[in-house]
């Protein structure tokens, strides 16, 4: 019997991870801690196995943001991830899982421009956001030992069913637009049920090492929003006619490419990253993935 606690409560990831565990409760007890008050430094760690730390802020608005909120962002996911991580090593906890995000690898290639990132890829964090998790990535691995074993995860973006962030924006276009732009693109994405197996094969294999799980498939964004669509009994027609619309914002400096990067950029993980040989964690394939979601 393994005994986990995660760190932030009432969290998506954190929420979904637990409940998944509850299926297997003659191997693992969860609880979770909350990470708002500072009452977590009190708590015995000594009584668990793992640590599954979760704790931070994530979706950042990086455009014109105060040095005080940038402060704020690596207080959190930075200095907390990485004190949570070394009261975790000094009161003999055997493994810390953080959760490290493939933003430190920066934003996505341009429209038209393909950037998928091998294992030889160097972080380049693109804002103060992907550098706080970033700072906290290197530091967590320089405390892994023998006896304290590190799990860095690396994920795209995580979606599911009440999630939030990207997928969310894009599902309410796909159920309300009668048209979307047809745009060849790849992305990375991992529906949550994937990562939930994806970490419980992490805490039982009694991993250490840094990972890079992610579907099955590759993403298309209007294929996406076309079975997003479908799921729901939405008929939406894509079309390459605005396509020229599509790399006119792509131009416009500032809050607009971005928002088109965001949709129709490329970025992925090359699959051989994510193949983990000791169990297969990639149950829901991305069509299945969005029916969970959206029903």
């Known amino acids: 019997m393994k005994k986990i606690v995660i760190t932030g409560a009432n969290s998506y990831i954190g929420t979904a991870v637990e409940n998944w565990l509850s299926q297997y409760e003659e191997h693992y007890t ?7 008050d500072g009452t977590w430094r009190e708590k015995d760690f000594s009584k668990y196995d793992v ?3 979760v704790a931070g802020i994530a979706h950042a608005d ?3 943001v105060s040095e005080e909120t940038k402060a704020f962002y690596y207080k959190i996911n930075t200095d907390l991830a990485v004190e949570t991580a070394k009261k975790a090593k000094s009161e003999g906890v055997k493994q810390f899982i953080f959760m490290s995000s493939m933003i430190i690898y920066g934003e996505s290639g341009g429209l038209g421009h393909a950037k998928r990132i ?3 890829t160097v972080p380049s964090p693109a804002n103060f956001y992907g550098d706080s998790k970033w700072q906290a990535d290197q530091k967590i691995q320089q405390l892994a030992n023998e006896s304290f074993k590190v799990v860095i995860v690396r994920p795209p973006m995580i979606y599911g069913k009440d999630s939030k962030g990207n997928y969310p924006t894009l599902a309410k276009m796909a159920k309300k637009l009668p ?6 693109n790849q992305r990375s994405m991992l529906h949550i049920d994937n990562l939930c197996e994806f970490i419980r094969l992490m805490i039982e294999n009694e991993e250490t090492g840094v990972f890079f799980p992610q579907n099955k498939e ?3 964004t209007s294929q996406l929003v076309q079975m997003i ?10 079309t390459k006619l605005l396509n020229p619309f599509v790399w006119i914002a792509s131009c416009i400096p500032g809050k607009v490419s971005g928002l088109v990067n965001k949709a129709f950029g ?5 699959k051989e990253m994510s193949v983990y040989p000791k169990g297969t964690y990639q149950i829901v394939s991305l069509e299945e993935s969005i029916e969970k979601t959206e029903h």
């Open 229 to 238: 669509a479908a799921s729901t009994g939405h008929h939406i027609m894509l």
């Open 179 to 184: 048209i979307f732009p047809k745009v060849q």
């Open 51 to 53: 640590v599954y730390h």
């Open 218 to 220: 590759y993403s298309q």
């Open 118 to 120: 091998c294992k030889d």
């Open 62 to 64: 990086v455009g014109k």
């Open 30 to 36: 969860v609880e979770t801690v909350d990470m708002i």
């Open 266 to 270: 490329n970025l992925t993980y090359d």
